[in-house]
């Protein structure tokens, strides 16, 4: 039973958002990490400020000279002190390393992002080029473009960025794939979030991690392969470097064998300290959740062509619905349905008989590959939604119909605590501020019959029961005011107890907000709980549709009968019946 709430409810100290830095600085490793990294950095940048000597200013005495004899860390072969250039070097061999890496993500990711998301001809091109360039020899290609490019040694870190990008490619690409159909990423959609949108929230979320550790390693590999090009004597001999310094010491190791030390020891201690913290950091973004809440600019309101005749009567109007896959499969044939405004329609029918695929018709969510045939019709207020633009489309879901899926705990994302999920689209398709969707959130939690809506705006998916989450989807469901909604079987998943509490509420917010409701079921007791009408649905066909009280005390087709017998008997298990589209 819903249990009263006892306290108001407030929107302060919500923690919308959590910061990664702190997480980060709890962690020793990290702490290590960060701070050897960050006195290298600084000490790079701050050379002119901090070195003691120019680093090409040569000194005779100097020449192979041991530590704290004029110079603090001695001289190199030239005279030069050591120290100095070790500091000068830094901002040169970072900042190859720097560029080598933003090239690197910059096309891994956003070809990764693409080519798993859209696959297709995205993919197959991208695949394409990641396959070319991981079949070419990294060293060959560059110690090859070091000769066309000249001496820089930036150009060649530029052409090694993008030899390393099919590592970030092929990485992005795997995580998008994997979750680019989780339900989850079906809800953003239902709920109207545009693609850049659910790639830039939910996906790319959840690549990061990954991403992240990838790229402090490349990062690592990049200073390694920079200073091990130098070390070969490629590269500005005038530009001092950490590689270019570890080649000179090399040449004087049996005058000055310390020398190799230092640029030695600072390459190590960088890439080290690299690893470590992106390993670090991996941990904390793992366990915790940040987002970008930049408000979205408000989405225009559908302007829907003239309505039909029979407006006042069918919000939702399908004729000859048909839908087919590409193996030649034909799932629903030429399916009648209207539903009116402010009826719910319950459509029934065994598993596999085509319910699903007709909801998901209404909502342009059909699974890839998944079309509609022929002279298919879907009108939904006499706009025909089988032409309306992807764009429209889009808006039309989560504003003017809403979805409630059958399985609660799959449709949150598991990164974002639940009141997140709720702000996003309140904000991204009502255009509302975050302060006002926060308490629209609120109010919503409430509504539903949350128990402590500031404690369940604050979970974590897996930190609530399955009624719970289920009571979240329909508060997201109904919070863009729909005029229908659609549920998906939305009490299959739940437990008995909480079945009947989801289904009256169900109903109340039915009655309240006026709206139609389409109850995709296998159940007629949950048609009898509270469906007006009711469509049966056998292999792909409405058998028999009429008022709910009319058809149960007189079924006419013989499917209909079988699916309330075994209803009422509960326990006899149904024999399926030839097709008889009567
Ligand atoms: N991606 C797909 N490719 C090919 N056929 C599919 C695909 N998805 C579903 N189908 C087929 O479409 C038919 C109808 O499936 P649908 O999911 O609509 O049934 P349902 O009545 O909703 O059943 P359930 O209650 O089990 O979800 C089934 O035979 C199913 O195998």
Redesign the pocket.
Known sequence: MTQPVTQPVGVENLPVRRGLLRPVLRNPLAIGALAVLSVIVLASLLAPLIAPHSPTSLRLDQINAGPGDGYLLGGDGAGRDIFSRLLYAGRNTLLGAAIALSVALALGVLSGLLSGYYGGFLDGIFGWGANLLMALPTMIVLLALFQALGSSIYLSMVAFGVMLSPGFYRLVRGQVMAVKHELYVDAARVSGLSDPRIIGRHILLVVRAPVVIQASVVAGIAIVVQSGLEFLGLGDPATPTWGGMLQDAFTNIYTSPIAIWWPGMTIALTVASLVLLGNAIRDVIQRTTSSSTRLPKPQPVVALPPVLDDRESALLRIRNLSVG?P?G?E?VHGVDLDVRRGEVLGLV?E????????AFSVLGLL?P??TLLGSSSIQFDGAELARLPENERRVLRGRRIGYIPQEPMSNLDPCFRVGQQLVEPLRAVAGLSKRAAIAEALSLLERVGIPEPRRTFAAYPHEISGGMAQRVLIAGAVSGKPDLLIAD?PTTALDVTVQADVLELLRDLQTEFGMAMLL?T?NFGVVADICDRVAV?QD?RIVETGDVRPLFADPRHPYTKSLLESTLEDSTPRTRLEVNHA
């Open positions: 896959y193996s499969a799932v029918g598993s596999g008989s085509g319910k699903t695929q007709t699974p590959g998944g079987e995709v296998h649905m792909g």
